[in-house]
């Protein structure tokens, strides 16, 4: 593990000479080095072929200079390792065309042994690690939670109907749901760390659909799970990112995660003064800041990171991934201006 990377000593709250910078969905279509490679294959062909998704893995590397690539993958690997059909319908997004509704539903899904499915995963891991040098590679998983979601709705939703109902009316089948992907995801994430993961993220891109209690209930519970369950000899560090971490970081304190990665919500400043200092952060900035010109950009960034100063366990990164539309100067931009701020020591 690279622990003398700007991520690993950020993720653990060590001295950098500035913060590290990577984005949630670095890798996508917003690139036009992206856009070549989708031209000629969908994007299952994409994730499930190793050379295919290092060559994606390592372009926001070398293309945008950020300090950490992203595995080119999708959270949805695992229902799909579980025994379920995953479509990706182009401006529709990932669907399941046979939702998880029902107890004959969440029985028939397997958790035995489905990680070993996911090698073409591993595979990628080693042959980006051999092309990376000193920058660290992030693997990571959905969190329970949100990978039930996408079984239980089927696809994308706006109002959360049927995994909410799924909670409400019969929270003992969510348990069942929910335990069967945490075990696919603890495997999954330990054969990532064996693969060679400087770092790993948890993604609960739907956790802002819960209240308060069932969010402690069913999601951070089993986020937990996840990460005690990790076999994680050299302590790769853990970044849980959560929509709705502007609500709920006091309660994400005590999930066993090296770092909160924030919405954009919340000001990261007063964020820092609030969660115990042992745990870094991550985040925040507005992903639509990225429409805005350049010069604004940077000014923005800017004034924003003077008011990080001196704070150990700082990584810049979005509050959500890249929009397919944002122009490529402004990632640049942000990656620039951070690159000139060399005054995050104490
Ligand atoms: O961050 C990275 O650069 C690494 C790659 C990555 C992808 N998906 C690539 C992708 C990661 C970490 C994900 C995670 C993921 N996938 C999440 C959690 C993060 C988040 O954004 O909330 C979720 C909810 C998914 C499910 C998913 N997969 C969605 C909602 C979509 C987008 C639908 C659309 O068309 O906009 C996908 C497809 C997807 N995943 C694409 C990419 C680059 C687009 C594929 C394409 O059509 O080219």
Known sequence: MLSQSLLVKAARCEDVVRPPVWFMRQAGRYMKEYQAIRRNHTFPEMY?????????????????????????????????????????VDGKGPMFPNPVRSAP?????????????????????????KDLG??????????????????VEGGGTKSFKEIKKLLFKNPDLADRLLEKITK????????????????????????????????????LKYIQKVIQGLDNPEHVPVIVFCKGSSVFAPLLENVGADVISLDWNCD??????????????????D??????????????????????????????????GIL????????KCVVDTVKEFETCRK
């Open 105 to 129: 539903d969440v029985k028939r899904l397997v958790s035995d042994g489905s990680a070993d499915k996911l090698e073409f995963v591993y595979e990628a891991i080693k042959l980006v690690k």
């Open 184 to 219: 696919v995801t603890i495997d999954y994430l330990n054969h990532q760390i064996k693969s060679g993961v400087d770092t790993i993220q948890i993604f609960d891109s739907w956790a802002n659909a819960l209240a308060w209690n069932e969010f402690s209930r069913f999601s």
């Open 324 to 331: 397919p539309d944002i122009p490529v100067e402004a990632v």
């Open 48 to 88: 499930k072929t190793p050379e295919i998704a290092r060559d994606i893995t390592l372009q926001p590397v070398h293309v945008i200079g950020v300090d950490a690539a992203i595995l080119f993958s999708d959270i949805l690997v695992v229902p799909e390792a579980m025994g379920m059909t995953l479509e990706f």
């Open 134 to 151: 000193d920058i660290p590679l992030i693997g990571f998983a959905g969190a329970p939670f949100t990978v039930a979601s996408y079984m």
């Open 287 to 320: 992903p639509m800041l990225l429409y805005a010109p350049v010069e604004t950009i940077r000014k923005h960034v800017q004034t924003w990171l003077k008011g990080m100063e001196g704070q150990r366990g700082f990584i810049v990164n979005l509050g959500h």
């Open 268 to 285: 990261m400043r007063d964020m820092r003064d609030k969660i115990r200092e042992d745990i870094a952060l991550q985040g925040n900035l």
